[in-house]
């Protein structure tokens, strides 16, 4: 039997207990909270590992403030446009290879991520006339796939990703959910393989890469750790 009711009754009594709740300076449990904790004890593992690394993370410092103490609640990434988004991602996976495309994709990405709201020229061509973007795909100044669907492809065509799985520029595992794989195949986990290779390059290479990506999207996140694991081996 159903008591209509005592359902409202229910429904009135969790509302009065919200409200009494937010009068006493506590707030309900919802997914932005869930958010800003998990971005929270993000940012605090990063800028524990910078510094670590030799720098005063300055940068890292106000953020965990804001997600972890502050009076603003931040929400967990800033609104960053598709086509800024995919370039960043581009750039990142360029980077990490060396490759000369590196500088004709940030030429696209200054434009794009200053710019959001301004849709490109159609065709988007890069300046030596391949194309960036057609349909759903994106594409290397080189003509090289760079995104078919969900599988990103380092500018050498081998597959980088294609969810939570990484992979390095030369086939091995990278990242497997929260398992981290340094280059030669020692097998870690994600925090300790970004304090290895932090360790490895140095505090500057470490913080600037990873300050601008800290508040951006999970998949930015592990291309930076990729990229900076992949280029640790060569320290």
């Known amino acids: 039997m159903k008591f209509p009711l005592l359902g409202q009754m229910t429904r009135l009594g969790m509302t009065s207990l919200g409200l009494s709740l937010g009068l006493l300076g506590w707030t309900m449990p919802n997914a932005t909270a ?14 524990i590992i910078v510094i670590e690394s030799g720098s005063t993370a300055r940068r890292l410092n106000d953020l ?17 446009s598709s086509n800024c988004f995919h370039l960043m991602m581009m750039q990142t996976l360029a980077q990490t290879t060396g490759s000369t495309d590196t500088q004709a994709i940030a030429a696209e990405r200054v434009v794009a991520c200053a710019f959001p709201d301004t849709k490109p020229a159609f065709p988007w061509r890069y300046a030596n006339g391949q194309t960036v973007k057609l349909g759903n795909n994106w594409y290397y100044p080189s003509g090289q796939s760079a995104k078919f669907g969900p599988r990103w492809r380092y500018p050498n065509g081998q597959t980088a990703t294609e ?14 959910g929260d398992r981290g794989y340094r280059p030669d195949g ?3 986990n994600r925090v300790d393989l970004l304090r290895w290779a932090c360790g490895n390059v140095g505090a500057l290479r470490c913080e600037s890469t990873l300050t601008p990506v800290v508040e951006q999207a999970e998949l930015l996140q592990d291309a930076a750790i990729v990229k900076l694991a992949w280029q640790a081996m060569r320290f």
């Open 34 to 47: 869930q958010r800003i904790t998990q971005q929270c004890r993000w940012v605090r593992q990063v800028r």
């Open 64 to 80: 965990e403030y804001d997600y972890c103490r502050g009076r603003r609640r931040r929400q967990s990434q800033p609104d960053t």
């Open 163 to 176: 969810g939570s799985f990484w992979r390095y520029p030369n086939g091995r595992w990278a990242l497997q």
């Open 186 to 188: 020692d097998l870690s």
